[in-house]
């Protein structure tokens, strides 16, 4: 049974750090691009960064290019996201999900994916 758990989250001031992980059990890692999605309420769901089972091809949404940096462990079947220079807007639920595509073309935030997590909630504060 495949299992998506995601952790790191918390309160943060604006201008400070946080690393979001997600492990995923019961899949083969390497084979799954790994994304992470983000909800805050009121709005819709947002693709935040994509990463390949390679490692080799990643993705950012524009408002979060040069603060956010995504990156696998695949020996510990391991995604993270670190976040640094955090802003309120950025306050919002974090979501893992992982699909069998080979890439992160520039549509990847329409893709289905297989697996989630149930998330973690990441709050900024002014």
């Known amino acids: 049974q495949v299992q998506v758990v995601e952790s790191g989250g918390g309160l943060v001031q604006a201008g400070g750090s946080l690393r979001l992980s997600c492990t995923a059990s019961g899949l083969t890692f390497p084979k799954y691009t790994m994304v992470w999605f983000r909800q805050a309420p009121g709005k819709e769901r947002e693709g935040v960064s994509c990463?390949?089972?390679?490692?080799?091809?990643?993705s950012y949404t524009d408002s979060v290019k040069g603060r956010f940096t995504i990156s696998r462990d695949n020996a510990k079947n391991t995604l993270y996201l670190q976040m640094n220079s955090l802003k309120p807007e950025d306050t919002a639920m974090y979501y893992c999900?992982?699909?069998?595509?080979?890439?992160?073309?520039?549509?990847?935030?329409?893709?289905?994916?297989?697996?989630w997590g149930r998330g973690t909630q990441v709050t900024v504060s002014s």
């Open positions: 990463i390949s089972g390679s490692g080799l091809s990643t």
């Open positions: 999900a992982a699909g069998p595509y080979p890439l992160c073309i520039s549509s990847w935030p329409r893709f289905e994916y297989t697996y």
